[in-house]
């Protein structure tokens, strides 16, 4: 199946610093990746979509400028967190779809866990 | 936009008896729908993805049940084990293209008593 790899798998910074994770197809073109957030004890909240030839789409309450994303290529994607503060903690997902097996899956990666300080 | 209430949001059940997880969703052209488990700690896994044209869709050791007259989609663990305890996400999607977005309901923890 789809494998999807996201690393750091857990990261913790200081209030007010950036970090950024980054997340690998392997073994097919990922033709989107989704970035999901999940706070403690809540659902996944998409924060921005990025399809291949498209821009970057962000959802509401989230922008590039706190957010921004980079997807070079049909295997890579990396988001970073920018000036994070408390309520930036959570569970960091990107999903991947393959368009060439099932374009409506998303896999997922492992996660990213964040820890502000 | 799309809506989607995912009910109970704790669910306690014993071993062997069966966990039944709802949700209900606002858009009617809705047409691609998941279940993921969410163990503690851990990311995503795909359980099972339902096309809008099958209502019942059997899985190991679960039903899930999609009744697009009343908008609902359902996860019936049956035979509930203490590796069941999880977190259940239903996710919903109106197209199957790449821009296509994944809207998640609130999700279940289960627990499952020996």
């Known amino acids: 199946g789809a494998l999807v790899y996201q690393y750091p798998r857990r990261t913790i910074c200081k209030s007010g610093t950036s970090m950024r994770m980054e997340c690998q197809a392997v073994?097919?073109?990922?033709?989107?990746v989704a970035w999901y957030r999940q706070s403690p004890q809540k659902t996944f909240e998409l924060i921005a979509l990025?399809?291949?030839?498209?821009?970057?789409?962000?959802e509401q309450n989230f922008t590039q400028e706190k957010f921004p994303i980079s997807h070079p290529n049909l295997s890579f994607s990396s988001m970073t967190v920018l000036n994070a503060y408390l309520e930036d903690r959570g569970l960091y997902l990107c999903?991947?779809?393959?368009?060439?097996?099932?374009?409506?899956?998303?896999?997922f990666g492992s996660g990213t866990r964040l820890t502000v300080l | 936009g799309e809506q989607v209430e995912q009910r109970p949001p704790h669910l306690s059940v014993r071993e062997g008896d069966s966990a039944f997880i709802t949700c209900t969703y606002t858009d009617p052209n809705s047409y691609y729908f998941f279940w993921y488990k969410q163990e503690p700690g851990a990311s995503l896994q795909l359980l099972m993805k339902v096309f809008s044209s099958t209502e019942i869709n059997e899985g190991q050791g679960f039903t899930v049940l999609l009744n697009k007259k009343d908008k609902r989609l359902s996860l019936n663990l049956t035979a509930a084990h203490p590796g069941d305890s999880a977190a259940y996400f239903c996710a919903v999607s109106r197209h199957n293209n790449a821009g296509a977005k994944l809207t998640f309901g609130g999700g279940t923890r289960l627990t499952v008593r020996p």
């Open positions: 999903g991947a779809r393959d368009r060439a097996t099932s374009a409506e899956t998303l896999y």
């Open positions: 990025s399809t291949v030839n498209s821009a970057i789409k962000y």
């Open positions: 073994g097919f073109q990922a033709t989107s």
